[in-house]
């Protein structure tokens, strides 16, 4: 038989992170010392408390098949987390639970996004994002933003960009890859303009929420007018280091809600019981649970950037949220060493995999080719060894 793949696969490319993260393994498997700053994963263990709650669901036999959007009590102690930490008011009706904050994701996308809509995506933007796009048959709109303005749209190139076409918004803060947070203000900004074009739906990526070292998360939903028009698009997997309970939600208008779980109830059905009931004790915990974690951070933070501007090539803004520092390294291109040629963040990801046996990931995925992501989530001894040998390595090139 000649093997042939559906038509609706060509849309859809492989994750640049997981692509990277899957060539250090390979290159960590034969032998090299591979430091990995591809990935973004906490390098914490999930907390205690929230442990507990999963241990006590395999207990309590909460591994039958639960609801589609999720168990009543979660939605509610979702709604009760919305309601105390963003000062918003939703009926567990307009949450639907998922598998990941990816999925969720994707469940907005698919309800939401018909053949030749636009999808308007600030640069840079999660690798994801575009292949959902495409999967739906819906048009990519990129607004280009760039270090200068700690890569945030502005309400101007958002005016620029909007049309009668324009089916969804996609708003990532505190942003991946580029750490960027949005102020309630620059929120209001870009609500103001939003509000003039009524068939635009707002997504909120909000994964990143705990880790946010100004203290002050916007929810885009929280602006005036803005509620019914937005869909906040959460999870547990970032803010309380729990990847591998594949845990994400949104809250939404109850239409969009009953959309996506009616999609859902065909695909996956109902996310993990275990983890549903883990997630309510994270949301009863809120951020204080993860307040340690996001400390770790910050120090890392300042410790990457330190070490990132003492290399020539290497621009660095100060990123105000998750943990990446994402620098732009144009002043490299053209440069080469070792058969290398350096033309893009790409260009630079495999010369530092290759010849410095450190996994970062290029800005090219992320539609930022100037700039390369690197994940501070790691110790500080392996990101200090780690910035010691791109900096050797990046010396080499000319």
Same mark, same amino acid.
Not at 257 to 262: E, H, I, L, P, R
């Given at each position: 038989?000649?093997?042939?793949?559906s038509?609706l696969?060509?849309?859809?490319s492989?994750?640049a992170t997981?692509?990277?993260s899957?060539?250090?393994?390979e290159? =960590?498997?034969a032998?090299?010392?591979? &430091?990995?700053l591809s990935?973004?994963?906490?390098d914490?263990d999930?907390?205690d408390?929230?442990?507990?709650? *999963?241990?006590?669901?395999?207990?309590?036999?909460?591994?039958?098949?639960?609801p589609v959007p999720?168990?009543?009590d979660v939605?509610?102690a979702?709604?009760? =987390?919305?309601?105390?930490?963003?000062?918003?008011t939703y009926?567990?009706d307009q949450v639907?639970?998922?598998?990941?904050?990816?999925?969720?994701?994707?469940?907005v996308?698919?309800?939401?996004?018909?053949? /030749?809509d636009?999808?308007i995506?600030?640069t !840079? %933007?999660?690798?994801?994002?575009?292949?959902m796009?495409?999967?739906?048959?819906?048009?990519? +709109?990129?607004?280009?933003? *760039?270090?200068?303005?700690?890569f945030?749209?502005?309400?101007?190139?958002?005016?620029?960009?909007l #049309?009668?076409r324009t089916?969804?918004?996609?708003?990532?803060?505190p942003n991946?890859?580029? /750490?960027?947070?949005? #102020?309630?203000?620059?929120?209001a900004?870009?609500a103001? +303009?939003?509000s003039?074009?009524?068939h635009?739906?707002?997504?909120?990526?909000?994964? @990143?929420?705990?880790i946010?070292f #100004?203290?002050?998360? $916007?929810?885009f939903?929280?602006?005036?007018g803005?509620?019914?028009r #937005?869909?906040t698009?959460?999870g547990?997997?970032?803010?309380?280091a729990?990847?591998?309970?594949?845990?994400? @939600?949104i809250a939404a208008?109850?239409?969009?809600?009953?959309?996506?779980?009616?999609?859902q109830?065909?695909?996956?059905s109902?996310a993990?019981g &275990?983890?549903q009931?883990?997630?309510?004790e994270?949301m009863?915990?809120g951020g204080a649970l993860?307040?340690?974690m996001?400390?770790a951070?910050?120090?890392?933070?300042?410790?990457? &950037?330190?070490?990132?501007r *003492?290399?020539d090539? %290497?621009e660095?803004n100060? !990123? =105000?949220?998750a943990f @990446?520092i994402?620098?732009? +390294?144009?002043?490299?291109?053209?440069?080469?060493h070792?058969g290398?040629?350096?033309?893009?963040?790409q260009?630079?990801?495999?010369?530092l995999?290759?010849?410095?046996?450190?996994?970062t990931?290029?800005?090219?995925?992320?539609?930022? !080719?100037?700039?390369?992501? &690197?994940?501070?989530?790691?110790a500080?001894? +392996?990101?200090?060894?780690?910035?010691?040998?791109i $900096?050797?390595?990046?010396?080499?090139?000319?």
């Amino acid at each position: 038989m000649q093997p042939r793949t559906s038509q609706l696969l060509s849309r859809l490319s492989e994750s640049a992170t997981i692509a990277m993260s899957r060539k250090a393994r390979e290159l =960590k498997a034969a032998g090299r010392d591979i &430091i990995s700053l591809s990935l973004g994963e906490p390098d914490f263990d999930t907390p205690d408390p929230i442990k507990a709650a *999963g241990i006590r669901a395999i207990e309590e036999n909460h591994t039958h098949y639960p609801p589609v959007p999720g168990f009543a009590d979660v939605r509610e102690a979702i709604c009760a =987390k919305l309601k105390r930490d963003n000062g918003l008011t939703y009926q567990p009706d307009q949450v639907v639970v998922s598998t990941g904050a990816k999925h969720s994701l994707m469940n907005v996308i698919l309800s939401l996004v018909d053949a /030749g809509d636009e999808v308007i995506l600030p640069t !840079p %933007f999660w690798v994801s994002y575009a292949d959902m796009v495409n999967l739906a048959g819906g048009r990519v +709109v990129e607004v280009k933003t *760039g270090i200068a303005q700690d890569f945030k749209m502005t309400a101007d190139q958002l005016r620029h960009a909007l #049309t009668d076409r324009t089916r969804v918004v996609m708003l990532n803060s505190p942003n991946n890859p580029s /750490g960027s947070v949005y #102020t309630a203000e620059e929120m209001a900004a870009l609500a103001a +303009v939003i509000s003039a074009h009524p068939h635009a739906i707002v997504v909120s990526d909000e994964i @990143y929420e705990y880790i946010n070292f #100004t203290e002050q998360h $916007a929810s885009f939903a929280a602006q005036p007018g803005m509620m019914e028009r #937005t869909v906040t698009v959460n999870g547990v997997s970032k803010g309380f280091a729990m990847t591998g309970w594949r845990i994400g @939600y949104i809250a939404a208008p109850q239409w969009i809600a009953a959309a996506c779980t009616k999609l859902q109830g065909q695909f996956t059905s109902g996310a993990s019981g &275990i983890s549903q009931k883990a997630t309510a004790e994270a949301m009863h915990g809120g951020g204080a649970l993860a307040a340690d974690m996001k400390t770790a951070f910050l120090a890392r933070r300042d410790l990457v &950037i330190a070490g990132l501007r *003492g290399i020539d090539g %290497f621009e660095v803004n100060v !990123p =105000k949220g998750a943990f @990446y520092i994402f620098p732009d +390294v144009s002043a490299l291109f053209g440069k080469s060493h070792a058969g290398h040629t350096i033309q893009s963040g790409q260009d630079l990801a495999m010369y530092l995999l290759e010849t410095a046996d450190v996994a970062t990931v290029g800005g090219d995925a992320f539609g930022s !080719p100037n700039c390369m992501r &690197i994940s501070y989530a790691a110790a500080d001894d +392996v990101l200090r060894e780690a910035i010691r040998r791109i $900096a050797e390595a990046v010396g080499h090139l000319s």
